[in-house]
């Protein structure tokens, strides 16, 4: 039996290509559904109950915010063998249940699974943007994607496999992830399959199963790409515990305001050396950020 989870907030523009994905499933085995609203205050409550007699569907709310907490919440009450996770802006492919089944049969050997995620643009993105920008850590892209024993870093977390068991053990990590907020670390799929993989757990990459993700046009600007850096470098820092010096934090300040000025400067001769700086000082940004926290906190324990 597979249990399908995911979280949402305010995402009502969005659910229903999702459940009606879902709902179009090639798939003969034994389901369930689990869909975590996290405190939405938009019609995601109405769109997700008006699946309830279409779907094997279990309706939770979730009032804390944070996408980890809530997939935290869903934990309890999956019944297979194997969690299926995803997010509330993917559309399946029809046999995409099958294709997953098959997958973790063929390749007992493994815990965890990671599926092919294809972004579906809302508008044909800039070339600057395909032709730089590191698609993995924005999109969820796998532009080296390998067929079999993988990294635990490279399973994503709009199509990801998770065996029942892993679960005795581990429980997403709260402190990363979508949290509502606009800075957030990111991080929360591959800090969990990290940890899994120090208790033994192997990942598993395979084309076999596909979702496409859908990328608003809010998505391919460049402060959009620019604030993603920093939720990076935030959430390398904090998952990792990464040690950053004086002079780096310093270092790293100081190139954010220089390229600010560069940025003005040469706002028509954008180039790819210019825009992987700017990259790089939001990513130190975020990690300086993100040793702030860590320092405070502590402080704080002391």
Known sequence: MLSVIFATYNGEAKLKRTLDSLVEQNFSEEWQLIVVNNNSNDGSEQIIRSYLDKLPLTYLFESKPGKNTALNTALGFAKGEFYVFTDDDIKAEPNWLQNISNTVKQNSDYAIFGGRIVPEWENPPPKWLLDWAPLGALYAVKEDFIEGECDPGKVWGPNMVVKAEVFKHLRFDENVGPDGTDCYPM???TEFTKRAARRGYKSFSSKAFSV???????????????KRAMRLGAGVTLVNHTSYSAKLALASKAKQNLYQL???VFARQESKRLFWW???????????????????SSNEAK
Do not use: Q
């Open 187 to 189: 991080g929360s799929e």
């Open 212 to 226: 496409d993700h859908w990328v608003p046009s809010s998505s391919i600007t460049l402060d959009w790409v620019l």
């Open 262 to 264: 560069l940025s003005n």
């Open 278 to 296: 700017k990259y790089k000082a939001n990513y130190y940004f975020g990690c300086c950020n993100a040793m702030d926290k860590l320092r405070s």
